[in-house]
């Protein structure tokens, strides 16, 4: 049972347009018995009971909960400035998405985001002394980057993505 929620609407729903066009594919079909059961734009249901549920921050989640919490870009990189932004995006996160954490021992929560400002909500998850995978653009030195299996070398002074250039990932950091 997940819900994934990202700045805006239209965010949140095309992740899960793709969220649902791999679950509909030949190669998920083959590997796993779980099949949709019910589609709209903003919930896929499973024929196991699961669902993935698409919100946006700061929208209402009343009667809703869920095992696994995702949120993708809390907030637009252009109101990172805006005080009033960051503050609804915030306290959107901590009051009211983590009360829909059906068990908050076994529950997950995964937050996906570029830094934008002290203040922001990564900035909130690290004063609050949360744990988590932070990956600078820039490789500040030498890193393994492993989750299960799979496995990254990762070279100080590399960028993090390849559309990313290190020019401009060095004037952003400049200004």
């Known amino acids: 049972k997940f819900i994934c929620a990202s700045y805006s609407r239209d965010l ?3 992740l899960a347009a793709q969220c649902r066009k791999l679950m509909q594919s030949e190669l998920y079909q083959r590997l796993f018995a779980t099949k949709l059961l019910k589609i709209s734009e903003d919930e896929l249901s499973t024929t196991q009971g699961g669902f993935r549920i698409s919100t946006s921050v700061g929208a209402t989640l ?4 869920g095992d696994t919490l995702i949120v993708d870009d809390p907030m637009n990189a252009s109101e990172a400035y805006s ?3 960051r503050k609804t995006a915030n306290n959107w996160f901590t009051g009211t998405l983590m009360s829909r954490l ?3 021992r076994r529950g997950s929560v995964f937050v996906v985001c570029q830094r934008l400002h002290q203040e922001d909500l990564t900035g909130v998850l690290i004063e609050n002394k949360w744990d988590g995978l932070v990956l600078p653009a820039i490789a500040p030195r030498d890193t393994v980057i492993q989750i299960g299996t ?4 990762w070279k100080e002074g590399e960028p993090l993505q390849a559309r990313e250039p290190l020019d401009v990932l060095e004037d952003l950091k400049r200004q």
């Open 12 to 14: 949140a729903n095309h």
């Open 150 to 153: 799979w496995k990254h070398e």
């Open 83 to 85: 005080e009033t932004s």
């Open 62 to 65: 009343t009667g809703l909960g």
């Open 102 to 104: 059906n068990d908050k």
